[in-house]
């Protein structure tokens, strides 16, 4: 039997409020706010920043998304690098179902309970593309959720169950830049009670419960209204769904609402929806930490204009440089695994990794290590000839970048994100920490690495 042992999620540094969004569509307002990426940010690099504060290794990664950033390149082998797990890790991506990270989960439950793995890495991220002024844009937040799947652990699996129900409900062809659906409320009252409620009947037979035996219920749902009804439906309590603080975050959510349950103990039933439902039953028998609070607690409000920009509805991203695809690749160890050199000399660490030390000059005498997640600014500036990402300034959004000296050696060059226009708190020996980013989208690629933003 697997055990859930730890989990994580991740929240954009801002959020935007549904009522400014009304304010600035005339569309109504569904009170609240939502998480709002930033513009380097995506479902790769939140699935990242995730996962990043579970400690230890994994022998398998499977990244759940409904809107990863490549149609073809799987995204978990990403992940994997950027956390710097072995080669030999085995990958996964689960994808185009709202209800691919409750698949991932069940996948992980079977690899840990067949002994195939010792430790599975469950992530999900989503950041699902709207179209201003349509309902979507104030349904959907940004968000990420990362599970750890073992043999021992703080929350048994007691099982699970699923559901087929292949209404139209939500979908989007390849070439969509939205996400669209057939009509809400036909999801709402023939599918989603409907499918919970299938899925989660023969489990409780199979595991020999009742729903009174259920201590909590949480389970993604299409919108807020149908989540309180379903609870309502078979008498239980609702539990917090976060739409006026987060938004529904996409397949991911799920395993949002899971992070905010762990400090608990007692049974849960945990449901993810999307044309059937999954429904798995969770018994948390030693209460675990959560981060969801501090994530909650430090974020930002980011005004309808800026958060344009960031969704690349508004301005314009050129791109008159052209990196090299096979220094990306030739040097993946430093770009996105994040290694340095030591000096077997001298002692000093520097980055990147190159044959001879900048210090005493030893060519070809060194170690590689793994650099440090935080450090202090030895110096930066902000410039207005370009914009983040080294694109073509607008004279608006400048560019930030800082050299970094990191804890444990090695001074680095990084750009300074989760910043618009203002760059308060950013000085000299300012305390930063690194983060999984987005570079630059030129080429026709994507490329990651890492930045520096202010602690959170």
Known sequence: MAYISNCSVYLPVWKLSRDEISEETGMPSLGGERAVAHWDEDSITMAVEAARTLEGKFDAVIFASTSPPFRIKQCASLVASALDLPESTFTMDITDSMRAATDALITANEFVDSGRFDRV?????????????????????????????????????????TSTKPLPGSWMLAGDDTVRDYDMRVDARYGYATSVQQAAMPLFAKLGLSPADIDRIV??????????????????RPEEFYFNSVGIAGCAHPLFLLATQIEKTGRILLGGYGEGADVL?????????????????SRKEISYGEYLYNRGFVGIRDAPDRPSLTKFWR???????????????CGTVSYPIQRCCVECGAKDNYEEVRLGDRGRVYTFTIDYL???????????????????????GGRVLFEVTDTVRDFEGLECDAEVERTFRLLFEKNNFRYYGWKARLPR
Do not use: W
């Not at 593309?129 to 959720?145: I, N």
């Not at 039953?281 to 607690?297: C, W």
């Open 219 to 236: 389970a993604s749902a299409p919108d807020p209204k149908s989540y309180y009804g379903l609870l309502k439906a078979v008498g239980a």
């Open 121 to 161: 890495l469950v992530v999900a991220a989503d950041r699902i593309p709207t179209k201003p002024g349509t309902l979507y844009e104030q349904l959907y937040g940004d968000a990420a959720a990362a599970i750890a799947v073992e043999k021992e652990g703080g929350a048994k699996i007691l099982g699970y169950n």
């Open 386 to 408: 370009v914009m983040p990402g080294n694109y073509t300034g607008d004279g608006v959004h400048p560019h930030g970048v800082a050299v970094v000296d990191l804890d444990g």
């Open 331 to 345: 040097d993946e160890k430093s770009i996105i695994r994040f290694y340095g050199m030591r000096c077997k000399n």
């Open 281 to 297: 039953a969770i018994e948390i028998e030693d209460a675990m930490e959560s981060n969801v609070g501090r994530m909650l607690e």
